[in-house]
């Protein structure tokens, strides 16, 4: 394999992950707690313009042309840093106005129209984040490493997969922890959890701020990447995007998440790149989307879980057998039963 | 004076534009329990057909005809035909809004394919002013719009209040299984429901369209958004709760492109529908905001 | 069925489709070794969304340019051909599909693009890759540009706003000037620059307006111009916007003349304009404000013909005097002409001709001209449908600003290098 399909296909693997963090933000948000959480695109934006303008520097040099807040010169890793926890900040008021007495449609629909209306907020407020034009040339982390574009991949694909570890152990520690069996209560009934005695809106919003976070991350990443970010690249239907990929995947489970981002953003949006031309020129870009509608129909239709189905949890009897530990050890690794 | 009188008569040639709109989705969403997000995608199909249908028509009346009959047709077939299937075969809430989603991208990038980045026109440079108070004018198709729009809140109210047909699509609202037990065929009840939300969809599309003058297979998705907003505002379901979340949005965003700046009209609207939203989220006139039955 | 077992087998059968997919579709790229390869100008510019008309421009002008170049002999023996990348309009899809462009070709000797608003998340990519670029993209950052290999024979955007208040100023009587632009990127980079030259001739701006884009009406906005009594009314914005606005401005009986920015081009503009105002008004009273491209002469008759001999592209009565596709055929010509004077197909030794063939000693106005030149040992200077291009230090060529009639591109005035600089305060 040439030098440049080993570049691109390097480029392939850092977007896979970047979206990997993301899909398991929204997974934590709409498949543990059943949020129907259509503004998610905006908690990768507020995560992308953050560590954005952490990392800038001061504001209308005369080399960067840009005006926005803050403007501070910090490290990367605080940046990244940061922009997760501004996806998690953004959670709080998100989650005040959809999440608090919203259920279903209602829900669905006001989050519609929180995406639109920060999109168009961004854009009309030049002074924040430099409005349409968004952000440019944003350092990229060891960017002053003197090495070929093609290494610097690697470095930056590294960089992906230890967010990509952070991000699995949190989404496990809160799928396996009693907090993910609350949340998965709370998306199932409501009621049943509040007559337990738990706050299920105090639940839903812990995982929002949860997957904002991971969402703010996956941004933080993405600009570092890219070095540009504008409100054309978080427009609303991005979402949909994310939510297709946790359909035909599987909602509810990592695994699930993780091959529905190797099937929808990274396979069927970069695959439908290199298709020669067909009819005019430009016109593959809209199979592409038709082909994800027509994808999503064909799963919605004959297997609505995803390929990777939630897995049915069972109690399982209380006679020493340490199941918690032993959920994910394929059966012929388990000890035979001694009885 | 003149400033006012701006803001009134354009904030009322806006609201009425969104309120058709909001309506028909309002009344689909309230009798079938469907969130069709394919509105947007419908709305901006009937443009085309029109264009084409009529050879760039700008007669209203012709145009609303042919609009309302491909919206009426195209409804149909996506809520009662496919999302109708999806119903029958078990599917839940969130996954039919998908459903509607998805058909909504499959509808506006086949438009897109056909059409290319390149936008249509018609031809409405030779307008006449219907009416001028205090140095506004508003020419005839934008009068048009806004009797069409309160005749169809009229007739809207009236059918779902007067007429067996309108008792017949509460009822079925308010519990399918009683009203089917009561001898009303659902399916015919949906069936009408869709038709006529699409029939609405495809004349404000037309009245979009005419009354902005260029179009591309994008149009309708931006302007649904807000008018589907609106209908939640006003309460699902609930045609006058439409009607009243369509002023807001067209009388608040001139009005604040007068006083404010007009980069933040379409902003200071939707903060005002949030608002509402967060004071009372199951909208104006709604009594609860919890998934009800779907229609199947 | 137990279920770790299922998941694994879900993950292989899914695993294996997908690096076979990858496997057809990279061994299917490479394969090519032939002597008889085809070498590949990408037109890299937006195809969809709202600018996706740009990107034909630049497409519609690859295609003549390089239909005559095989005409003549190709580079070195061999064809060339256009490739279209599309950038989408924003920089997270530009920059994936940057790489794939760099990546997936074998033989991609340059490249042409109109990529406004990407330049700095693209053009980095492209520097590292060595890889010679002509651009019409209007990023004020590049006016300052680092990059070795990009070139620009437009200036920035940051330029036009003072050539729109050069031309009120000396070419029209009026001076209380409205300045109404969309809320996007395009139009808003020109308002600084109309602003310092206003402010630099004595012009008044009694109006200025942000308008937010795609909305049913803009009567209120309306209102306030009339309100300030501007004389003339400097405006961009997408041809949606413009529609709307310039109905409710002739409605509102407040129009004025209309000075118009490189951003108002385009048949989709023209289209809107017109539907709104009728052709005989959007002609008398709009002037578009545009980097000169010529509309006769030697360069000319050269191109006008390739274009119309081209398959395959629509609308060519209005692409033939258009600045996108006349630029665009200007940049792939230069990018020929270097390649046969460095005697080179490769980026890094040919890129410092592309500055030698616009400061030889013989002037031609075409690639079969130049190739001719250059075979009898001269030095050319290429002057095509943009007339004379002299780099400065950041490989950007300053270009004459021309008052355009919207419909027919015919040069109605040049704005003269004196009153630019007047403009800009020197």
Redesign the interface.
């Known amino acids: 394999m040439s030098a440049a399909n080993v570049y691109y296909l390097s480029g392939l693997g850092i977007l896979f992950g970047i979206n990997l963090i993301a899909i398991w933000g929204l997974d934590l948000q709409f498949g543990f707690s059943g949020i129907n959480s259509f503004a998610f695109i905006v908690f990768q934006a507020v995560g992308a313009y953050v560590t954005g303008v952490l990392s800038l520097g001061p504001a209308n040099t005369p080399v960067t042309f840009e005006t926005y807040i803050l403007g501070t010169r910090w490290p990367w890793p605080i940046a990244l840093l940061f922009g997760g926890l501004a996806g998690a900040a953004l959670a709080v008021p998100i989650g005040l106005i959809a999440v608090r007495r919203l259920r279903g449609d209602y829900q669905a629909m006001a989050m519609l129209v929180l995406a639109l209306i920060a999109n168009d907020l961004i854009s009309a407020e030049t002074g924040w984040f430099n409005g349409p034009t968004g952000l440019e040339s944003v350092p990229q982390p060891f960017g002053n490493l003197n090495v070929s574009l093609h290494a610097y991949h690697w470095v930056f694909l590294g960089l992906t997969a230890l967010c990509c570890i952070v991000a699995w152990w949190v989404t496990r520690g809160i799928s396996r922890a009693p907090l993910g069996r609350a949340l998965r209560a709370v998306r199932d009934s409501d009621s049943a959890v509040a007559a337990l005695g738990r706050n299920p809106n105090q639940l839903r919003m812990v995982a929002l701020i949860a997957g904002g976070f991971l969402g703010g991350l996956s941004g933080g990443l993405l600009i570092e990447y890219v070095q540009a970010w504008g409100p054309a690249s978080w427009l609303y239907p991005e979402t949909f995007l994310f939510f297709t990929a946790l359909i035909v995947g599987g909602r509810g489970n990592m695994a699930g998440a993780a091959l529905g981002t190797l099937l929808v953003p990274v396979g069927i949006v970069e695959a439908t790149r290199q298709l020669p031309q067909i009819g005019y020129p430009g016109e593959f870009d809209d199979f592409q989307w038709i082909a994800i509608g027509a994808l999503l129909l064909a799963f919605l239709w004959f297997r609505p879980h995803g390929l990777i189905p939630e897995r049915r949890r069972r109690l399982r009897p209380a006679d020493g057998d340490r199941s918690r530990y032993r959920r994910g050890v394929p059966s012929w690794l388990r000890r035979a039963p001694t009885s | 004076m003149t400033m006012l009188m701006t803001i009134i008569l354009f904030g009322l040639y806006s609201s009425a534009l969104y309120a058709i709109g909001a309506v028909g989705f309002t009344l689909q969403f309230g009798i079938t329990n469907v969130l069709n997000l394919a509105f947007g995608a419908i709305l901006t199909s009937c443009i085309f057909v029109e264009y084409y249908a009529t050879t760039h028509s700008t007669n209203l009346w012709l145009a609303m005809l042919v609009g309302g009959g491909a919206g009426a047709l195209l409804s149909l077939i996506v809520g009662f035909g496919i999302v109708g299937a999806f119903l029958r075969r078990g599917a839940g809430g969130f996954n039919i809004a998908m459903v509607t989603i998805a058909l909504g991208l499959m509808i506006t990038y086949t438009l897109a394919a056909i059409q290319g980045p390149f936008l249509f026109a018609f031809n409405v440079s030779n307008t006449t002013t219907a009416l001028s108070i205090s140095g506004v004018n508003l020419d005839s198709q934008q009068l048009t719009t806004i009797i069409v729009a309160i005749a169809a809140m009229v007739v809207i109210h009236l059918v779902l209040r007067m007429t067996k047909l309108g008792l017949a699509m509460r009822a079925t609202a308010d519990d399918p299984s009683l009203t089917r037990g009561c001898g009303v065929s659902p399916a015919r009840t949906r069936a009408l429901a869709w038709l006529i939300s699409g029939a609405l969809c495809g004349i404000c599309g037309v009245l979009y369209g005419i009354g902005v003058g260029t179009f591309g297979p994008f149009t309708g998705a931006d302007f649904f958004i807000t008018a589907g907003a609106a209908a939640v505002v006003g309460g699902i379901g609930k045609p006058y709760g439409a009607m009243i979340g369509a002023l807001i949005v067209g009388m608040v965003g001139q009005a604040a492109s007068a006083i404010i700046s007009p980069a933040y009209a379409p902003i200071s609207a939707y903060v005002i529908l949030v608002g509402f939203l967060i004071l009372r989220p199951q909208g104006i006139f709604s009594a609860f905001a919890a998934q009800r039955e779907l229609v199947a | 069925m137990?279920?770790?077992?299922s998941?694994l087998r879900?993950?292989f059968a899914?695993g294996l489709a997908?690096l076979a997919?990858?496997g057809v579709?990279?061994g299917t790229?490479?394969a090519a070794a032939s002597s008889s390869y085809k070498l590949e100008i990408a037109v890299f510019s937006p195809?969809?969304?709202p600018n996706?008309?740009y990107?034909?421009f630049n497409?519609d002008g690859c295609v003549p340019a390089v239909n005559l170049i095989n005409k003549a002999g190709g580079i070195e023996g061999h064809q060339l051909f256009c490739q279209?990348v599309?950038d989408?309009?924003?920089?997270?899809?530009?920059?994936?599909?940057a790489?794939?462009m760099?990546?997936?070709s074998?033989h991609l000797v340059g490249e042409i693009d109109g990529n406004s608003?990407?330049l700095?998340?693209t053009v980095?990519?492209l520097c590292?890759?060595k890889l010679v670029e002509l651009s019409v993209g209007g990023d004020?950052?590049y006016d300052?540009n680092t990059c070795a290999y990009f070139w620009r024979t437009t200036p920035g955007d940051d330029q036009a706003g003072y050539a729109l208040a050069a031309y009120i100023r000396y070419d029209t009587p009026y001076r209380k000037v409205g300045a109404v632009f969309a809320?996007?990127?395009a139009a808003?980079?020109n308002v600084p620059g109309l602003v310092g030259g206003a402010k630099n001739l004595g012009l008044t701006i009694v109006s200025q307006?942000?308008?937010?884009l795609?909305?049913?009406?803009?009567?209120?906005?309306v209102?306030?111009l009339k309100?300030s009594h501007a004389q003339v009314i400097t405006t961009e914005s997408d041809?949606?916007t413009a529609?709307?606005f310039l109905?409710n401005l002739?409605?509102?009986?407040a129009l004025t003349p209309l000075v118009g920015t490189s951003g108002t081009v385009g048949?989709?503009y023209n289209?809107?304009a017109?539907?709104?105002?009728?052709s005989s008004?959007y002609v008398k009273d709009f002037v578009r404000i545009i980097q000169f491209t010529a509309t006769s002469g030697p360069a000319y008759s050269v191109w006008a013909p390739a274009l119309n001999a081209a398959p395959?592209i629509k609308d060519k009565s209005s692409l033939v005097t258009g600045f996108g596709p006349e630029v665009s055929y200007d940049h792939v010509t230069m990018e020929a002409l270097a390649m046969l004077a460095a005697h080179s197909t490769v980026g890094s030794v040919y890129n410092a001709y592309i500055p030698k063939i616009t400061q030889g000693k013989v002037i031609v106005h075409s690639f079969a001209q130049g190739e001719a030149a250059l075979a009898k040992g001269e030095t050319i200077d290429f002057v095509g449908l943009e007339g004379q291009v002299t780099f400065n230090q950041f490989h950007n060529s300053a270009g004459i600003w021309s008052a355009d009639n919207p419909v027919t591109n015919a040069t109605e005035k040049t704005i003269s290098a004196a009153d630019m600089a007047k403009a800009l305060g020197h």
């Open positions: 137990p279920r770790s077992s998941l879900a993950f899914v997908f997919a990858v579709l990279f790229s490479g195809f969809t969304g996706g008309e990107g034909y497409y279209i599309d989408r309009g924003d920089p997270a899809d530009a920059v994936p599909a790489q794939n760099i990546s997936a074998s608003g990407l700095s998340a980095p990519i590292k890759a004020p950052a300052k809320d996007d990127v808003q980079g307006q942000k308008v937010p795609d909305q049913p009406s803009y009567a209120t906005e209102q306030q309100a041809p949606q529609g709307v109905a002739k409605q509102a009986g048949n989709d289209k809107a017109t539907a709104a105002l009728g008004l395959g």
